[in-house]
């Protein structure tokens, strides 16, 4: 069974920053696709950033492009979100989610973590 669990949500100031981390058992990490999405009050899920198998290609929402940075470490079996320069509207609930294809589309994903909260105050 494929489980995925996110931490480091939390309440920052505009212009601080954050470390989302996702930890994933049940699958041969390396093989697969990682990504994060967000959610937001009323609003659709949206694409944040995904990254490939190994690490070398990586693919950011131009809102958060230049502030967010996806890594993986295939060792720990974890990939994380690196949050820098935090908006009012970066403010969701952010999903770690895992598939095997190298897209922005969240249908596409096969499994996801319950999401951990992301509030930036202004």
């Known amino acids: 069974q494929v489980q995925l669990v996110e931490s480091g949500g939390g309440l920052v100031q505009a212009g601080g920053s954050l470390k989302l981390s996702c930890a994933v058992s049940?699958?041969?990490?390396?093989?697969?696709?990682m990504g994060w999405f967000r959610q937001a009050p009323g609003k659709e899920r949206e694409f944040v950033a995904a990254?490939?198998?190994?690490?070398?290609?990586?693919r950011y929402a131009e809102s958060v492009k230049g502030r967010f940075t996806i890594s993986r470490d295939n060792a720990k079996n974890t990939v994380s979100l690196q949050m820098n320069t935090l908006k009012p509207e970066d403010t969701a609930v952010y999903h770690c989610?895992?598939?095997?294809?190298?897209?922005?589309?969240?249908?596409?994903?096969?499994?996801w973590g319950q999401g951990t909260q992301v509030t930036v105050s202004s």
């Open positions: 989610t895992t598939g095997r294809y190298f897209t922005q589309a969240a249908n596409e994903y096969e499994y």
């Open positions: 049940g699958r041969t990490f390396s093989t697969f696709i």
């Open positions: 990254i490939d198998g190994i690490g070398g290609r990586t």
